[in-house]
């Protein structure tokens, strides 16, 4: 919980994630529109790239440069979430929309970079021994949330950012546990590395088994996570069937891919759910 600084009445977290999605709510269309320039290109490069090293019979050819301009569109996209945390901040002060210069984009795409390519090494550690991932994650989007307000200082940037990952813990992992995509992805990755493993070595009764367990865990580490995922694994297995009721489209290649190729299913799922 934490208390606020004009009434000086505790809140809970609860009741800061309904400000924070009553703040998304009400934001311009343009704030949104920032969001996913940045979010959907990443997610998709991102899923083509998995597609191409899964079933490419040359993907040793197009590993490295694929892997580079997947890291590139994830640094477009981390810039582009901090232009969408800026004008959410002007919405929220009643600011007119900041200018954004060639100078001001270039420090903060080269900062955001910088940041983010340096704290991915401390994540997973971080993750491995539990407690002090909660500091390393919100660090990491707290840089990415004050990275656009356009003050010169990769250091003066880690220091606000490292200051404001310090407050709060107990409503930041109340936060993380209910909203964040982060567990979803993290779970995710897990599921598509062990997953082919799985299918080559044991039954598909084994796998099934897995995938099983797999959702229930999701559905203890992130319940939002958990039923988004899960609405869009269906709708994703109705289309076929929807596109042969009402249109009469037999895609036979697309139902055989929907249902039978879990990993790929998985990853769009993952993209998707992350959006």
């Known amino acids: 919980m ?4 004009q009434t000086g009445i505790e809140r809970r977290g609860l009741a ?3 400000e924070a999605l009553h703040l998304v709510r009400t934001a311009p269309p343009a704030c949104l529109l ?4 940045g979010s959907v290109p990443f997610a998709m490069s991102l899923l083509y790239f998995w597609a191409h090293m899964s079933y490419s019979a040359d993907a040793y050819l197009y590993s490295a440069p694929g892997a580079l301009f997947v890291a590139l569109m994830f640094v477009w996209m981390k810039a582009w979430q901090a232009v969408y945390a800026r004008h959410l901040l002007a919405h929220v002060r009643d600011e007119p929309s900041p200018q954004w210069t060639f100078h001001r984009v270039m420090q903060l795409t080269a900062s955001q970079a910088f940041i983010h390519a340096v704290g991915f090494l401390a994540l997973i ?5 539990v407690l002090p991932f909660l500091y390393v994650y919100g660090f990491l989007q707290n840089a990415t949330i004050l990275g656009g307000d356009g003050r010169p200082g990769l250091a003066a940037l880690g220091a606000r950012a490292w200051e404001h990952a310090k407050l709060w813990p107990q409503q930041s992992v109340f936060v993380i546990w209910l909203l964040s995509p982060v567990l979803v992805v993290l779970g995710l990755l897990l599921y598509l590395v062990v997953m082919p493993v799985l299918t080559a070595t044991v039954p598909e009764a084994g796998s099934l088994l897995y995938g099983l367990l797999f959702r229930l865990a999701l559905l203890v580490l992130c319940p939002l ?3 988004v995922t899960l ?5 994703l297995a109705l289309i076929p069937e929807l596109g042969r009721i ?4 037999q895609s036979m290649p697309l139902h055989a891919g929907l249902v039978f190729d879990s990993t790929l299913t998985s990853a769009a799922v993952g993209a998707m759910a992350y959006l």
């Open 2 to 5: 934490r208390r606020d600084r």
């Open 16 to 18: 800061l994630i309904e």
């Open 34 to 37: 920032a969001y996913y320039i």
């Open 125 to 129: 550690p971080a993750l491995i021994l």
């Open 225 to 227: 996570g958990f039923a």
């Open 231 to 235: 609405n869009l694994e269906v709708l």
């Open 246 to 249: 009402f249109l009469g489209i």
